[in-house]
């Protein structure tokens, strides 16, 4: 009888140099395991078409979202709306935490931001910054029980403070020491924790404290210290988009001068801009 394939000699010795050719070596597996390595593109700064913006809308009347349609507005949407007119871009706007605005800006998530934020010189280590459209302070609020006896920053001396997180305000608070600071991620929740009981004062800026205090008389909060800090607000983008910031500056530097600033800044707070700033940032603090 003929030999089967199984007992074929040519058979066994074509299927053990099959296995054998199959099995890679350590050496062959440690080079295929290596992954190539792909380079991160850098952001692209866009000048014109739709441009993300990044603002945390819960810091009134700058930005907050509207409870009937959902939409942001605020200060800060009429007056970058305007200037987008002028530059020649659409903005869109999204809704984000303000302690990490400038990271998410560095890494590209948004191509600009406003969200009432103070030109300082640690921010504009990463990102390039418009001519100043707004002054504002620091102040003290504290619960009007309260108000005869908080007078002053000394007078917090073993006391809980609120802040904002990420803020000057925050910053500013840190500095003075002699207390505790306590942390939240919006203005309005370190209000409403003021009220309650579970921090003794409030440091925030002026215009957005105001607010808070006007809309919602039910806190029994009071402002005691005013001006504690003088500070300006800009617009950012990341530092290589300088075409950009130029655009930006430009288009408010328009809005500016046909009146169209001037007209925003009554609507939202009742008096018109100081001069320095209704004659584009001239003598204010360099923004860059």
């Known amino acids: 009888a003929e030999p089967t394939a199984e007992a074929t000699p040519e058979v066994v010795a074509t299927v053990e140099a099959t296995v054998v050719a199959a099995e890679p070596t350590a050496e062959a597996t440690a080079v295929a395991a290596e992954p190539t390595p792909t380079a991160v593109p850098s952001p692209v700064c866009r000048t014109t078409g739709e441009l993300i913006v990044g603002t945390d809308a819960a ?14 507005e605020g200060f800060d949407i009429e007056l970058l709306n305007a200037i987008a007119a002028k530059a020649g871009f659409t903005p869109v706007y999204q809704n984000v935490p303000f302690d990490t605005i400038f990271t998410n800006l560095a890494a590209g998530q948004y191509d600009i931001v406003i969200s009432a934020t103070t030109i300082t010189e640690e921010r504009q280590q990463t990102v390039l910054f418009s001519n100043p459209y707004f ?11 309260d108000a005869e006896t908080l007078k ?11 802040v904002q997180k990420g803020t000057t305000g925050a910053d500013y608070a840190k500095s003075l020491g002699g207390f505790d600071v306590v942390e939240y991620e919006t203005t309005p929740e370190a209000m409403r924790a003021l009220a309650n009981g579970d ?8 215009a957005p404290s105001k607010t808070i205090l006007l809309n919602n008389p039910e806190l029994n909060l009071a402002i005691t210290v005013e001006a504690l800090t003088v500070e300006y607000y800009g617009i950012s983008v990341r530092r290589e988009c300088t075409e ?17 600033y001037a007209e925003i800044y009554r609507k939202y707070f009742g008096v018109d801009p100081i001069k320095e700033l209704q004659e584009g940032g001239q003598g204010l603090p360099s923004q860059n």
Not at 199 to 206: E, G
Not at 253 to 258: G, P, Q, S, T, W
Request: hydrophobic content about 50%.
């Open 135 to 145: 002054a504002a302070a620091q102040v003290l609020t504290v619960r009007a029980a």
């Open 244 to 260: 950009l910031i130029e655009a930006i500056n430009a288009g408010l530097a328009e809005v500016i001068k046909e009146g169209t």
């Open 199 to 206: 921090v003794d004062a409030v440091i925030a800026d002026d």
């Open 152 to 162: 002053s920053v000394e007078a917090l001396a073993g006391k809980k403070v609120g």
């Open 59 to 72: 810091y009134p009347p700058f930005e907050n979202v509207n409870t009937e349609t959902g939409e942001i």
